[in-house]
């Protein structure tokens, strides 16, 4: 059991828009640590998609966003492609653990 | 260009022994510090611990301390993980990452078999 909690899959059709979830607890979102979403396309290793809730890497498309809120985050996908299909994580820091923890990732399949 | 390149696969017995590694070039290797994820067949990424090569102070995740232990070279910019007798269930992808809040870039992972 991840101590973030995500979807374990969401689908939606191409050009749409699809919205991933990460819920925490007051020890890592709640407690105000920042959250990271991560991209692993199949058979290759994670890549950094957002940081620090809502911050692009240079060469991430403006068509993911991320944000935070109380106790849970949301990472956004607008104008689906079908190499958006891939699983997404999300990462933060939780103190009670004194370390990184990660959500159990999502599935995106883009129908 | 900032990289993290790791060691090859590794097919190893219960019980044996096994360190692997992780370089990092482009950058200043001990101005950040190294993570190593593990990720089990089909399942989801598990943080195992952390070291900050300016002075090898780590930490680790209370589901893997005590299981493995992670150690640097900072004159050769290398981060290893190891095993002093592997388990079956220590077969996975192990991947090394960079940074002490998000973690950029990623190494290519390292994939560990363990089977008699």
């Known amino acids: 059991q991840s101590v973030l909690t995500q979807p374990p899959s969401v689908s939606e059709a191409p050009g749409q828009r699809v919205t991933i979830s990460c819920t925490g607890s007051?020890?890592?979102?709640?407690?105000?640590?920042?959250v990271h979403w991560y991209q692993q396309l199949p058979g290759t290793a994670p890549k950094l998609l957002i940081y620090g809730n809502s911050n692009r890497p240079s060469g991430v498309p403006d068509r993911f966003s991320g944000s935070k809120s109380g106790t849970s985050a949301s990472l956004a996908i607008t104008g689906l492609q079908a190499e958006d299909e891939a699983d997404y994580y999300c990462?933060?820091?939780?103190?009670?653990?004194?370390?990184?923890?990660f959500g159990g990732g999502t599935k995106l399949t883009v129908l | 260009e900032v990289q993290l390149v790791q060691s090859g696969a590794e097919v190893k017995k219960p019980g044996e022994s096994l360190r692997i590694s992780c370089k990092g070039s482009g950058y200043s290797f001990t101005s950040y510090w190294i993570s190593w994820v593990r990720q089990m067949p089909g399942k989801g990424l598990e943080w195992m611990g952390r070291i900050d090569p300016s002075d090898s102070y780590t930490n680790y995740s209370p589901s893997f301390q005590g299981h493995v232990t992670i150690s640097a070279d900072k004159s050769i910019s290398t981060a290893y993980l190891q095993w002093s007798s592997l388990k079956a269930s220590d077969t996975a992808m192990y991947y090394c990452?960079?940074?002490?809040?998000?973690?950029?870039?990623w190494g290519q992972g390292t994939l560990v078999t363990v089977s008699s």
């Open positions: 007051s020890s890592n979102i709640g407690a105000g640590y920042d």
């Open positions: 990462q933060s820091y939780d103190s009670s653990l004194s370390g990184s923890v």
């Open positions: 990452a960079r940074g002490r809040n998000w973690f950029d870039p």
